[in-house]
Every structure is written in C-alpha cells, then in structure tokens.
C-alpha cells in the first residue's frame, strides 16, 4: 500500500496538510484504501468543522495568531476585560427587588443628632418636614409653620418681611423628607416597607411580586399610581393580607409583623433593628 507522502506529522495548518496529502506521489488501490486516503477524509473532515466554527468565531490566517483581544471582540468585552469571565447582567429593577428582601439598607441614619426623623428632616409641632434650608437652598433656613421658613437668627426675630411661604397640602414646604410626600411622624420604616398616610406597611412591589406595586390602601394594591385606574378590574388587588408590616414571618421581635408607626429607634438613640429603611 502507498503512503501519504509529504504529510507532517503533528500538523497544526489544516489547509496545508490537505494539500500535501492531495499531492502525494503514491497511489493507492481503490479496493484498500490506506493511510493517504485515512488521513485526507480526516483533514477533509476537520475542513469542514473549521468552517463552521469560522462563520461563528472569526480566525486569523493562523491559530498561533490569535490573541485574546480577539477573544474579547467576538464576545463584545473591551479590552481590559478579554478573557475574562463575567457574571451574567442583572436589570437595575432586579437588583432593587433583590436588595428589598434581604434588607439592604438605603440610606444612613445618624442615630446621636438628635433629630427623630430622616438626616434630610426637621421635627416641627410632632411631624418630620423636609428641612427649610434645603427647600430654600439656605435662604430661609428657619421652620415657623407648615408652609413658612424663615431667615432668622432665632423663631423670635421672625415676621413678615423674613419668611418665605409655599402653601399646598403635601406639597409646597409641606412636604417630607422626599420632596413630595406627606409630613409624618418622627421614625422610618424598615428597609422592605413603604410610608402609606403615616403607617408602615410591607411594600406592595414584594407582597405582588412586581405586579401592582402601587398601594392605594391599606389592603389594595395597583398597577398604577393613578387611583381612578384602580377601580378597573383587572388593575387592583385587593386582601386583608396586604395589611401586614415587613417584619411578617421573620421571626424578629424588633420588626413588626403588622402595620405600625415609622419606629424612631431607626432614627435616634442607637437602637438598631434589621431591614431598616426610608
């Protein structure tokens, strides 16, 4: 029998094997075919995977070549990244789901100010307010009523001609600490609950696993914030086990299982319970 002449062994070039062995010098019979005609259907057959992996992972004229850049750019990482695994991506709105359940808190608190409500409210006639001295950028940083700020040295030397007012219900300077929402009792809720006319419920996103997470009452959520779209069926839940607190089924003393006031040990004091949050 012939034998494949002129066909490297341990040969890395595919092509150019193919063509080596395509020249061979030796013939071998049709009826027994021998190592020639072994070794071409193989190359042949490694052609024709390296083909198709070419139409998906573009290669350079030879592998020794390639780079891991290259890696990178197939698979859309910048070049710092290259051959880097990374995580899969997770959406912005996941991500808060996921930090809503396991607590994370949201914002810092300083617990020894002396100041019952959140770092960006001031306490005044037993509610927490948005401070005067940031809805007036330090013009009149002075509280003297729900909808007046006064620029003053002390309430005392306040009339008139030094106040700025903003009147509105829940709105105006008769806001809280958010810019937008309703005064409240001095405390906050825990980090998985929402501020619903003055009480802390479990957040409605979590209770309806993102399907309405609009609370409109004590017991009903919605898809929209709009309360008028809320009467539509379909658009509405509605259940006495949407009353319930965050601290539900956690088995923490320190968490209400119920719907309760904003809890001040969150706020002042050094008191410290888990899930706390806005």
């Not at 890395?12 to 013939?27: G, I, K, M, N, P």
């Not at 750019?73 to 070049?79: F, I, K, P, R, T």
């Not at 619903?196 to 898809?223: D, M, Q, V, Y």
Request: aromatic share 6%.
């Amino acid at each position: 029998q012939g034998a494949c002449v002129g066909m490297p062994a341990g040969y890395l070039d595919l092509e150019t094997a193919a063509a080596s062995c395509a020249s061979s010098v030796d013939v071998e019979p049709a009826h027994a075919p021998g190592p020639c005609a072994a070794k071409r259907a193989a190359v042949l057959g490694g052609l024709a995977l390296a083909s198709a992996l070419a139409a998906l992972l573009p290669l350079r004229a030879h592998p020794a070549e390639r780079s891991r850049t290259d890696v990178g750019a197939v698979v859309g990482l910048s070049s710092a990244s290259a051959g880097t695994q990374l995580p899969p991506p997770v959406s912005s709105a996941l991500d808060e789901y996921f930090q809503q359940m396991m607590g994370v808190p949201s914002a810092p608190v300083d617990l020894y100010d002396g100041n019952k409500c959140l770092d960006e409210e001031e306490e005044f006639e037993g509610l927490c307010y948005r401070k005067c001295a940031l809805l007036t950028n330090g013009t009149f940083e002075l509280r003297t009523s729900a909808w007046t700020c006064c620029h003053a040295a002390s309430i005392d030397n306040c009339f008139v001609r030094n106040q700025h007012k903003d009147f509105g219900f829940c709105s105006g300077f008769d806001v809280a600490g958010d810019g937008k929402s309703c005064p409240h009792a001095p405390g906050k809720c825990l980090d998985n609950e929402e501020l619903f006319l003055g009480e802390c419920f479990e957040k409605c996103s979590i209770l309806t696993n993102g399907k309405r997470p609009h609370r409109t009452s004590a017991i009903s959520c919605c898809e929209t914030p709009l309360a008028l779209r809320c009467f539509m069926p379909g658009k509405v839940s509605v259940s006495k086990d949407l009353n319930t607190g965050g601290g539900k089924g956690d088995g923490d003393e320190r968490t209400p299982a119920e719907a309760h006031d904003p809890l001040t040990s969150l706020t002042e004091g050094g008191g410290a319970a888990t899930k706390a949050s806005v």
